[in-house]
């Protein structure tokens, strides 16, 4: 490997991080124009409510069936397969999005997008890895997605200035921009060395076919929910949160506007969660002090009664800046597994966290019945962060690892 090719600053870096801005301006779009979008196809407020919490679900069970195909594509025909792949698929479904007219459409357009955007972060954060060394691979994947985060915050910005429809034609737009910039990267050594040899690769099954495999392969998901509670219930419900009947809050709550100072505070958080990382020589360290922040914030969320439209502005970013830890968390699900099974892990794993959001509504929903909207929000934010908690002290230290090596068949041994 030469020099160049090590410095944090290399092509495929940029290249990623660039891809990844694509992926999260996509991935964020519909929760930013979701009220703007449903209620221009004649919905009604508690239609708007329903039908996004649908379309948000749909959205994210396509990003988990594509984390999985995409996984397995990375490890069987290449990381770079992926990236081309997915990009096409989102792009198309993006430019189709401009077109809906029912909320089934709009759904399952969303499905496809989903699918789509599932490759582009796991094959960017593997290629990465691989090719950085160890002291800077903590470096340059939270780049990768300090950069990346920031696609949520243009989002917003053009979200103000264009129809909606307009919006999703510009993400599509930028994937095939995407596209161009792509024919640059080159493939992962490791990944070259290990096409050569007699290796079962991208086997997903593999990950349940050994129970310390399957242990490591659901801590790796677990550390990572409290980000889409965070995002999908707490920030883009935050307009629901502040109604007169829940939390009172003064002036008009704008869940687009939460979005964006939510994932300009992730992009900052996820930036210095790597120097952290870093300084302290763990990964888990790291973790632990960012969870700590978002449970602080996350109980200034639940305490603000009669608050401003500004106060809670500045609590969705506090939560944005803790769920930082995100850019970390992708690292820990890449460096837990071998060459011939890592793309597969590390594309399925945060899509798999991205795809649990379906599950957290529907335990927000549940609680719903007995308790008040704001006290099954809490309650919701609790399980969670105590499952998260418990599964980051089970799961490996991996900040000296090396990358090196192969996942084999128990069968073998």
Known sequence: MNKQNQSVFNIVVIVAALGYFVDIYDLLLFGIIRVKSLMSLGLDSMQVRDSGEFIISIQMAGLLIGGIIWGVMGDKKGRLSVLFGSIILYSIANIANGFVQTVNQYALVRFIAGVGLAGELGAGIT???????????????????GIGLIGAVVAYFISQEFDWRICYFIGGGLGVLLLI???S????SLYKKVKEMKVSRGNFFMFFSSGKRLKKYLLSILIGLPTWYVIGVLVSFSKEFASPENLNIKGIVDPGKAIMYAYAAISAGGLFIGLVSQWL?????????????TAIFMLLFFYQKDGSAAQMYFICAGLGFGTGFWSIFVTIGAEQFGTNLR?????????M???????IILLFKSLRGPFDYVTAGWITGLIIMCITVVAALMIEETFHKDLNYLEV???AH
């Open 127 to 145: 290629l990465v890895s691989e090719l950085l060394p160890k002291e800077k691979r903590g470096v340059g994947t939270s780049l990768v997605a």
């Open 281 to 293: 020589k763990s990964r888990k360290k790291s973790l632990y002090i960012f969870y700590a922040i």
């Open 409 to 411: 068949e128990e069968m």
């Open 185 to 188: 990267v080159f493939e992962s």
């Open 181 to 183: 910039l792509r024919v």
């Open 343 to 351: 793309a597969t892990a590390a594309t399925t794993i945060p899509n």
């Open 353 to 359: 966290v991205r795809g649990s959001l379906p599950l």
